[in-house]
């Protein structure tokens, strides 16, 4: 039987483009959770898929859900997020939802699929307000477990978290109870810009994801002594941010040396006093150090704990570690990796695996124990979160095609 609506991957290029009108501005896009821009974007949403055959629902996080039932209850999911950062890019979450819609359509059409098959727009994915982020898919998969110190946060206004997600109808208390809904999934599929410049560099479309970096971030307070900069000479002093700058440069080299992908960051340096003619008593670092090997990030951690010893010590300061976060690399399915593989194969002609420096809610769904993978598609100049954010929109068709494809092939799998 030939489909009355087959897919139409121009399609979403068009609606990303209205989404863009609806919710973005000169400096890009504006869909922040929990504020009404974010709203008109999940109706707006609803609208697309409304004249489907699909169950619609909002789950106690705020996760909105469509349901298309398959002869089996077990369901392959599809999902993404349409909240953006604050002058953010057109396509960071929204290309995933709205891709989804285009597969949702094209599977409405064509009658039962062989499993259930869902959309999932997760909530608050970017945490840009409250500095939280994954709130709706970490609540879904069960692993949210900082209600308490969720309940004291607030915006940059003094807005409470628990009060602004009231107002969309979300109780903090009850977040967890959206569970229910990975109950019976099978696998779970994610495209997703890359948001980095591999796959541009290589010249290819599109990307199969091995899984999401591990994670660990540190507060390091080096602690000399404040000394006056005109009487203290040069051998007597015992100078904080000399012990941070050594450190920083030695984090590249801890990286290079680890290699496959491994990243290290030190993304902020606060001295005190801060004056210019006072030598530096304290220097607080903030550190990123990121892997896909768990035992790999372990081994960089500790390289740049023993480093920054060693410098205190040349220093004669003292250094002190405290871990701000930490989250264990998060690998993604075997068998679906294979299957991603394929359909970037077949749609693009060649395929390529690569580990993802940014978190995702796939991550959280595969910590709960489904099957997951995701697709990148190319990034421009690897520019996101920026009103630069850019794809090709011969890119983006082929990855509305190859998430159709995939999920086929897991339709085929799991129904
Ligand atoms: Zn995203």
Same mark, same amino acid.
Request: hydrophobic letters at 40%; charged letters at 30%.
């Given at each position: 039987m030939l489909a009355a609506m087959p897919l139409s991957p121009s399609r979403t290029v068009a609606e990303l483009k209205e989404l863009r009108e609806l919710t973005g501005d000169e400096n890009g896009a504006q869909r922040v959770a929990w504020t009404e821009t974010w709203e008109r974007a999940r109706a707006w949403l609803r609208e697309k898929l409304d004249e489907l055959p699909l169950e619609h629902e909002i789950d106690e996080a705020g996760n909105q859900w469509w349901t298309l039932r398959g002869s089996s209850d077990r369901s392959v999911l599809i999902g993404g997020h349409i909240d953006s950062v604050p002058n953010g890019g057109w396509l960071d979450g929204a290309l995933n939802v709205v891709a989804g819609v285009e597969?949702?359509?094209?599977?409405?059409? /064509?009658?039962?699929?062989?499993?259930?098959? @869902?959309?999932? =727009?997760w909530a608050d994915e970017e945490g840009a307000r409250f500095g939280r982020s994954l709130f709706g898919s970490s609540a879904?998969?069960?692993?949210?477990? /900082?209600?308490?110190?969720?309940?004291?946060? @607030?915006?940059? =206004?003094g807005v409470a978290l628990p009060d602004a997600l009231g107002e969309h109808g979300v109780d903090l208390d009850r977040a967890l109870e959206a569970r229910r809904q990975l109950e019976g999934a099978a696998a779970y599929l994610e495209l997703h810009i890359e948001q980095g410049p591999v796959l541009e560099a290589m010249e290819l479309p599109l990307g199969v994801v091995l899984g999401t970096f591990g994670v660990e971030r540190h507060q390091i307070t080096f602690r000399g002594q404040a000394a006056h900069a005109g009487s203290t000479p040069m051998d007597r002093r015992r100078d904080a941010l000399a012990g941070a700058a050594k450190l920083e440069l030695e984090i590249r080299e801890i990286a290079k040396r680890t290699g496959d992908g491994a990243?290290?960051?030190?993304?902020?340096?606060?001295?005190?006093?801060?004056?210019?003619?006072?030598?530096?008593?304290?220097?607080e670092c903030l550190l990123d150090q990121r892997h896909l090997d768990a035992a790999k990030l372990a081994e960089m951690l500790s390289n740049a704990e023993a480093a920054s010893r060693r410098f205190a010590q040349e220093e004669d300061v003292e250094v002190e570690w405290e871990r701000i976060w930490n989250i264990e690399p998060i690998l993604f399915d075997e068998g679906l990796i294979e299957l991603a593989d394929e359909a970037v194969r077949e749609v693009a002609?060649?395929?390529h695996r690569l580990p993802s420096g940014p978190l995702h809610d796939a991550a959280e769904v595969a910590r709960a124990g489904v099957p997951t993978v995701m697709l990148f598609v190319q990034s421009l100049r690897g520019?996101?979160?920026?009103?630069?954010?850019?794809?090709?929109?011969e890119h983006l068709e082929l990855s509305v095609q190859a998430l159709d494809r995939l999920t086929t092939k897991a339709l085929e799998a799991f129904g």
């Open positions: 597969v949702m359509r094209r599977l409405a059409e /064509d009658g039962e699929p062989a499993a259930t098959v @869902r959309l999932v =727009d879904a998969a069960g692993s949210m477990a /900082d209600q308490a110190e969720l309940r004291e946060r @607030r915006d940059a =206004d990243v290290c960051t030190m993304g902020g340096v606060v001295t005190r006093p801060g004056i210019v003619t006072s030598v530096v008593e304290t220097a002609g060649r395929s520019l996101s979160h920026t009103k630069l954010e850019d794809t090709k929109e």
